[in-house]
């Protein structure tokens, strides 16, 4: 990488930004961060798809009633036992010749429940207490004896009157409905704008703590006797940035080969698209992002105060994620079939969502949602295209007047006043 000016002249852009994105992926790629990284995660995936799949095969385990009937109240036995699965246990019913051998197998533990007297007025022994669930099914099948005899008394047929009484039901006529792809986009759309901001937070830090320590070890002063103070920025951004993609990659493809086939997640089948949306957001917002954190985070010379110097970037990407909350998502709601939404409101999420830095975000949201025209969704594009072009060349400009300045740390005004 080493040479001398005349050597930068005949180096071109492409060429530049793509050898220096080559050795910092290759770097990277080896490096403990992505290695370490990614064996935590991926364990932290593994561990959390057993433990849920504990919870779930804990959730799926039907409880079995062992109850017995003495006397008239074998009438409810058949009924009991049609009902169990709709109300989410199953249940052995049997007889006992007297209500004595049934005391005796409750106190023995062979019978959770026995159930004496009439169908109408049931009696349960139990030896401590009884279920809820068994307790209600129980009262309901002795309340429907009760009117099926009043109705018997009254010469109406009981059974016509179930069939009417089961045959009212509650007709929805929606006006918007919501398809798949809408309920499915606004989740997909949130998980991809929370996955850019946990991706800048990590692969931000290393992306500034990589442009200080090359200007710690003058490494720096060799690779801009090669490349431009702006190829060297973004061939940094970029290198870095495809080892974060695909250490993602690798944790998401890891995660649903741990939650799919298990049950413990449900792939949506209709996501193709908010996915694309989300993945496209993702990119142009870490490549913004990353341009402003090595821009700011040259103007200091110790990796110590990295994290003091890139404090700006971090609260605007926070301050997107309050917008996120309290414009994007009740705007979303109101798609979706949540309330109406204010007419103040929506303005002020369009117009919040054109301004590059939040737009990756608060547009994942949204384009995954399917709220945004097509005429926005294409001008959000090219704002956050050209805001990277703009930031390339201010970060440049910034990172040529501060990157081989050493000591204390430099104003970012007066690195933009050296830089006219």
């Known amino acids: 990488m080493s040479g001398t000016a005349p050597e930068r002249a005949g180096l071109s852009p492409r060429r ?27 364990a932290l995936l593994a561990l959390y798809a057993v433990l849920q799949l504990a919870v779930i095969d804990r959730i799926n385990t039907t409880t079995t009633f062992n109850v017995a009937f003495s006397g008239s109240t074998t009438a409810l ?77 009254a010469g109406l047929s009981p059974a016509a009157v179930e069939s009417q ?10 006006l918007h409905p919501a398809t798949a792809a809408q309920l499915q986009g606004p989740i997909i759309g949130f998980v991809m704008a929370f996955a850019l901001y946990l991706f800048i937070g990590i692969y931000g830090s ?6 200080v320590a090359e200007k710690a070890s003058r490494v720096v002063e060799i ?25 993602l990659g690798i944790i998401a493809v890891c995660g649903l080969l741990f939650t799919v086939p298990t049950g413990v997640l449900a792939l949506p089948g209709a996501a193709i698209g908010a996915v694309a949306i989300g993945v496209m957001w993702f990119v142009l917002g870490f490549i913004l992002y990353a341009l402003m954190l090595a821009a700011t985070a040259s ?48 303005t002020l999420t369009t117009v919040i969502s054109l301004i590059p830095p939040f737009t990756p975000v608060l547009m994942s949201i949204r384009m995954a949602a399917g709220e945004v025209p097509l005429w926005e969704g294409l001008l959000a594009i090219v704002l956050v295209l050209a805001s990277i072009v703009g930031m390339t060349w201010l970060g440049a400009r910034i990172y040529a007047n501060s990157i081989l300045r050493f000591g204390a740390r430099i104003k970012l005004t007066d690195a933009l006043r050296r830089s006219r």
Do not use: C
């Not at 994105?21 to 290695?35: H, L």
């Not at 290393?206 to 442009?211: A, D, H, R, S």
């Not at 690779?223 to 940035?241: A, E, N």
């Open 16 to 42: 530049a930004v793509y050898l220096i994105a080559r050795r910092e992926f290759a770097t990277r790629i080896r490096g403990k961060v992505f290695i370490i990284g990614t064996i935590v995660a991926v």
């Open 77 to 153: 036995a058949q009924p009991l036992e049609a009902a169990a699965p709709s109300l989410g246990f199953k249940v052995h019913v049997s007889d006992v010749a007297t209500e004595a051998q049934g005391r005796s197998e409750v106190r023995a533990g062979s019978l959770d429940a026995l159930v004496v007297g009439t169908p109408g007025a049931p009696q349960a022994v139990v030896e401590t207490g009884i279920d809820p669930t068994l307790q209600a099914a129980l009262v309901a099948l002795a309340k429907q004896d009760v009117l099926s005899n009043d109705l018997s008394a």
């Open 165 to 174: 009484v089961d045959a009212v039901s509650l007709h929805l006529d929606t």
């Open 206 to 211: 290393v992306i500034g703590q990589g442009v």
């Open 223 to 247: 690779l801009l006797s090669t490349v431009r103070p702006g190829q060297l920025l973004l061939g940094k951004v970029v290198g870095i940035g495809l080892v974060g993609l695909i250490q």
């Open 299 to 346: 103007l200091v010379s110790r990796v110590e105060e990295v994290s003091s110097a890139t404090v700006p970037v971090s609260m605007l990407l926070v301050v997107t994620w309050l917008l996120a909350y309290v414009v994007a998502i009740p705007a979303i709601d109101a798609v979706t079939g949540g309330g109406a939404v204010s007419p103040g409101l929506e």
